[in-house]
């Protein structure tokens, strides 16, 4: 977060990036405490500021915690947002479609962890989301492979996204029995990959209503050879 002017730069939930924002009020408070030999003390303190955001009006609050005895050289202590600020939101499509409600649910706890930062449950979460993938669609083959190969064989997805399937599964694996802690990159990739196997799923079914209620041309009418 920079100042800047009569603005500060802060990232905003609702526009998903960072935006200008008015600072609406600001309230501090420092108490002092004395050290044990009685010659020196400690100011520690508390920087409340609430932000709205010009390009849609969204209000944080940021908190600010800081002591005198901070090393300035480790650069500004970094605010808490209140609410946190969100590491990747839901895609606006899950809204616009009749999205199955158990990834619906399943997913809407993998986006909360991602924005707690529980980087390592995400994952687990996404691995649960490709279980249920294989379930619903091929049914229970008793283990990830299996089903992979299953949704390979029934036309579901190709060589290449069985491959991207299979390192989302193992990072999942990884975090759940390895203590691998992925890097935002490599969770961003996951996620990425999940999303467009669901998104997938759910284009193929909306295109079969849009099929039925199109109208069809007719049906050419051979003519009779004389
Ligand atoms: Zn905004």
Redesign the pocket.
Known sequence: MATKADFIWSH?N??GHE?KHNLIHKAASTRTFEEDDGHHSVDVGTVWEMLQ?R????VTMTRVQWTSEDDRQDGPVPPSYFPPRFARRMPEWFGWYKTPREYYDLLGEVYAALNADSRRLAMMGARAVIDVVIQKTVGDKGDFKKGLDALAAANHMSERDVDALATAIDVGHASAHRAHKPTLDDVNVVIDIIERLIHSEILATEAKVVKARTPQRPAKVSKEKP
Do not use: W
């Not at 390009?55 to 969204?58: E, F, I, L, S, W």
């Open positions: 905003c609702r526009c935006t955001c390009g849609c009006d969204d």
